[in-house]
């Protein structure tokens, strides 16, 4: 299929853009470079510079394409809560530009990197699909308000989507060809790094008085890589005649704060400085996947279910 990925030089637009490659697709990137990087391109794929918020030239590049991955948005949750404007122009005028562009140029599916932020505080710790949507931060609000809008416009224009909603997305390429590292991330793993290249003088672990075995929250780290394969099947499936579907990709297993940093040490071999800091607000205490559904209808099966090997994936290219 000939695929416009959407922030295709971004952390995980680049690894869809490899995975998308690597199974014959015709792959374009579409990216602002605001926070996608031109390391992370691959010279097979065609690439333009542009912004979603220019509609023209969407319009220019999405004419041919039969489908588009759409990883194109704004995502720091605190940043979401200051400045909603931001997030309203960006992912929700901006996904719409793209679905408008979409229907003007004939493509036909679309694959959307939605968030198991759009859930927010659920009362249940392992989350699938029929778990209410209420999301507690406005960076969640558009992702939802986002996968509304492509039910509309599969039912008035025939626009078929996978919305796939990532839980902890972590690691990087185990092969090395995508060595833009993100900038200034605020994720814990990223964050661990610092610690371990001294850029940072210790770890504060938010809360060691959550209802979990050892206090710490607990989370689902999906290897970005894993996130990646989700995308081509998706896009097959729906090639093949999938139904539009709202799907979460996690491993299904849970992690602590503490059992990460454990992971951790024993990758780099050393103890890393940590202390116990005050609850961050609005993080709940267990966030796992039920991504049943995801293995069911595409065949998905995630390949890093042990978090010392996405450490090291993460440890290789720092
Ligand atoms: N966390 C932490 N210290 C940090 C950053 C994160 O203890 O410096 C914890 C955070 O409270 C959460 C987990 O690590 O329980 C994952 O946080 P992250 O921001 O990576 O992802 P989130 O689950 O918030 O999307």
Redesign the pocket.
Known sequence: MKVLVVGGAGYIGSHVAKALMLKGHEVTVYDNLSTGQEINLFKQNRFIKGDILNYPALVEAMRGQDAVVHLAAKKA?GESMENPMLYSVNNISGSLNILNAMVECGAKYIVFSSS??VYGMPEVSTIDENVPLNPINYYGFTKLEIEKFMGWYDRLKGIKFVALRYF?AVGYDADGDIRGKEINS????P??MEVVSGKRDK?????NDYPTPDG????DYIHVSDLASAHVLALEKLNQGMTSQSLNLGTEKGTS?LE?LRAVEKVVGRKLPAEF?P??AG?PAI?VASAAKARSLLGWKPQYLDVEKIVQTVYNIN
């Open positions: 949750v198991a932020a902890n605020q994720n814990l793993l964050i661990m770890l504060k672990i938010f809360g710490t929250c607990i989370r704060v990460m800091a609850r961050r993080d966030l």
